[in-house]
């Protein structure tokens, strides 16, 4: 069972930078896809970034200039780093860890960002 603590959101002025965590537990970032999604007030959840087993990163072309994602296999935590934020960045972002080749999923209670400005 994949278990799942998502953490570093919080309130931000436009043009300013937030690291969001994932720190997955029950089994190994090298056996699991991780990505983050992002819903806007109102509006869809859809996919931001996403990290493969084999550590692949991938990151939505609108966001690729200023978004970055990266794990740590020590601490198997996938992170999301959000630079020159925006106030469309606005929402809950959510970690969702796939193990690899399968058609399981899991998702946490996803953490509030907000932008002003």
């Known amino acids: 069972q994949v278990q799942l603590v998502e953490s570093g959101g919080g309130m931000v002025q436009a043009g300013g930078s937030l690291k969001l965590s994932c720190l997955v537990s029950?089994?190994?970032?090298?056996?699991?896809?991780v990505g983050w999604e992002h819903q806007a007030p109102g509006k869809e959840r859809r996919q931001v970034a996403d990290i493969s087993n084999a550590g692949d990163p991938y990151v939505h072309h609108s966001k690729e200039d200023r978004f970055a994602i990266s794990r740590d296999i020590a601490s198997n935590t996938v992170s999301l780093q959000m630079n020159n934020v925006k106030p469309e960045d606005t929402g809950v972002y959510f970690c969702?860890?796939?193990?690899?080749?399968?058609?399981?999923?899991?998702w946490g209670q996803g953490v509030q960002v907000t932008v002003s400005g």
């Open positions: 029950g089994m190994k970032l090298e056996d699991l896809f």
């Open positions: 969702n860890p796939r193990p690899a080749y399968t058609r399981l999923e899991y």
